[in-house]
Nanobody
């Protein structure tokens, strides 16, 4: 069974920074493009950033220039460096493969990011 463990969220003021981490099962991590998603209250889960096994990246327009996704293949971990945070970035952040799994149970707990003064 795939295991995904997200961490690094918290409360930060507008303009601040956070770095999220996601540890994934080894086999799963090695073969899939990985991504960060977020879900704000009342909204559907949406793709934030993705990274291929070779390191090619893609970002949602709303975070381009502010967020950076990276992966450490030796540690089966992906990261999301978030700078210049805005209140609209407030959400629960999840990691998973891209495209996302059809099974709604194939997600971790996520990590809460709150941007507020």
């Amino acid at each position: 069974q795939v295991q995904l463990v997200e961490s690094g969220g918290g409360l930060v003021q507008p303009g601040g920074s956070l770095r999220l981490s996601c540890a994934a099962s080894g086999t799963f991590f090695r073969i899939y493009e990985m991504a960060w998603y977020r879900q704000a209250p009342g909204n559907q889960r949406a793709l934030v950033a993705a990274i291929t096994t070779g390191g090619r990246t893609n970002y949602a327009d709303s975070v381009k220039g502010r967020f950076t996704i990276a992966r450490d293949n030796t540690k089966n971990t992906i990261f999301l460096q978030m700078n210049s945070l805005k209140p609209e970035d407030t959400a629960v952040y999840f990691c998973n493969k891209n495209p996302p799994p059809l099974n709604p149970r194939a997600w971790g707990q996520g990590t809460q990011v709150t941007v507020s003064s």
